[in-house]
């Protein structure tokens, strides 16, 4: 009985010691409209994005993608130019990931008029 108290004991003095500090997952906080699409993401450092436009009438430029590096908050956003072009309603979809894994996804409806998207919900 004494050394099932004493390993119980030193277990939980041992077990004190060794902490480990729980990571921050990425978080998407918002998504705009505009010229093109932004997106501000926090926590995301070393993680690879991805912002999806999908709809029926949407010409080149649908799909960005790329790695947030050395910021621990970012603002990602579609190419400037050639900026994705389209018209009529579109899903946005903002993917961050952890090598090919989704670790967060932001998904919206908008109105897209050339290179503008409106009335983003």
């Not at 505009?34 to 995301?44: E, F, K, M, P, S």
Request: net charge neutral; aromatic share 10%.
């Amino acid at each position: 009985m004494n050394k099932i108290l004493l390993s119980l004991t030193l277990l939980a003095l041992l077990s004190g010691c060794f902490t480990t500090t729980a990571l921050a997952a990425p978080e998407i906080t918002g998504v705009w409209g505009g010229y093109g699409i932004r997106a501000t993401v926090l926590d995301a450092d070393q993680y690879n994005w991805k912002i999806e436009i999908i709809g029926l009438r949407i010409r080149y430029g649908g799909i960005t993608e790329g790695t947030i590096d050395g910021n621990v908050n970012v603002t990602i956003r579609t190419h400037l130019f050639p900026p994705a072009f389209g018209f009529g309603i579109m899903d946005i979809k903002v993917t961050v990931l952890h090598d090919w894994l989704p670790v967060d996804m932001e998904k919206r409806t908008g109105f897209m008029i050339g290179p503008f998207l409106l009335l983003l919900q």
